[in-house]
Structures are given as C-alpha cells and as structure tokens.
C-alpha cells in the first residue's frame, strides 16, 4: 500500500489549460503539503493544510488552488498555465507531533 | 527567510571512499532532517536530529547537528554505489509547520 500516492505521475500540457493534481495519504497523518521541486532540485513549500485547513500559502500565485476534500487528500488546482509552472511537484504529509515527512512519488508537470 | 546552503552541490567519488556533506544557515533550527531523493521518487527521511551537539549513526552513515543548531554534517564510511542519490539536509522550527529544504548534494559513487 503507498503511504502518499499522487496522480498524474506525469502531466504535459499547453499553455493556458487548467489542470488538477491529486493526492491522497493512507498513514492518518494530520497535515499534508504541496512542494515544488525546481529544475535545479530545490524544494520550495507551497501549501500546506492541517486538518482540511489552510495554514501556510508561500506567496504562490493565485492561478493555484489547493483543495481539501477531508484530512487524508489534498489536491491541486492550477489555472491558466504557464511555461514556468513546468517543475515536479511533490505531496507530502506529517503527523502532529512527529518530526519527517513522508513524500509521494512526485508529478512532473510539462508546460508547452 | 531561512537559508540552507549545502556543500558541496556535486560529489564525484569511488566506491570505498570516505565523504562528507555539509548543510550550514545563519538561522537556529528547532530540528533537522535528512533525506535522500533517487530520481523519479520523493525524498525519503534518513534521520532526525534534535539536540544542539547530537549525533546520530545509521549503519555507514553519520550525522551531527551542531551546537548552535544552525549547521549539520552527513558523514558516509565506505561508500557503495547503493549511496547515490540527491541527499538535502531541511530544517524545521516549531509552531512554523513548515520543512525549508537545502539547496541539495547530488552525490554519485563510481564503482
């Protein structure tokens, strides 16, 4: 069973599509995190939800939505792409308390 | 902002081979983490380091967090080409539920 699973796994687009990346965790953790991961490799958080809601938004464009539905998914929603919104972009979750994330295979987005 | 600086950002060495990876910020952190990324997968916690002096030993690996909490060191004994990867070091504070990444060393062991 895969402890934080997203999907698409790859994602090739069009400028100016909206798309969705899904992600869902098994483990009960309380909080789930959206990072992007740079061609360079450097990780950057985005959002981050504990317990369906909000409490971190890194100053990213509001093209992108993060969603909610309940404390174990975490989707997001990007608007009107953009070439520099091509990077792997990764879920990931943490239990209250608890130190280590535990991070989904990632989705690498292609803007074209 | 918060600022972690890794070195080096390239490590070329042979199997066998002793190295170390250093991951150093001008900001205190409460913790810090380890994680080794293989391409096409997420980054997998190694160790945690919580204690200002720590130091934690996993089988051929090493790591320490300095008195201050500002900088850590990974530390690989005989390395094996099983020890490839992108390692990034990430500190965290508490009350700021959030994880700041390193800038990332991508280490290649040459058989």
């Known amino acids: 069973d895969t402890a934080v699973s997203q999907t698409p796994k790859y994602l090739v687009t069009q400028m100016g599509n909206d798309k969705s990346i899904k992600c869902e965790q098994n483990?009960?953790?309380?909080?789930m995190y959206w990072y992007k991961q740079d061609s360079k490799k450097f990780l950057k958080i985005m959002f981050s939800?504990?317990?369906?809601?909000?409490?971190i938004n890194e100053t990213v464009p509001n093209r992108f939505s993060p969603k909610s539905p309940d404390k174990a998914h975490l989707n997001l929603h990007i608007n009107s792409l953009e070439l520099g919104d091509s990077a792997v972009y990764f879920c990931?979750?943490?239990?209250?308390?608890?130190?280590?994330?535990?991070f989904g295979s990632g989705t690498r987005l292609t803007v074209v | 902002t918060q600022l972690l600086e890794q070195s080096p950002q390239f490590l070329s060495i042979q199997e066998g081979e002793n190295l170390t990876v250093y991951c150093n910020s001008s900001?205190?952190?409460?913790?810090l983490q380890w994680y080794r990324q293989e391409p096409g997968e997420g980054p997998v916690l190694l160790v945690t380091?919580?204690?200002?002096?720590e130091v934690k030993k996993l089988k051929r690996l090493t790591f320490q967090f300095g008195d201050a909490r500002k900088d850590s060191s990974l530390h690989i004994t005989a390395a094996q080409t099983g020890d490839t990867g992108l390692y990034l070091c990430?500190?965290?504070?508490?009350?700021?539920?959030?994880?700041?990444f390193g800038t990332g060393t991508r280490l290649t062991i040459i058989p």
């Open positions: 990931a979750s943490s239990q209250d308390g608890d130190y280590g994330y535990t």
């Open positions: 939800y504990n317990n369906k809601e909000l409490i």
């Open positions: 990430a500190g965290e504070n508490f009350g700021n539920e959030k994880l700041t």
């Open positions: 483990l009960g953790h309380d909080t």
């Open positions: 380091v919580v204690t200002g002096g």
């Open positions: 900001s205190v952190f409460s913790s």
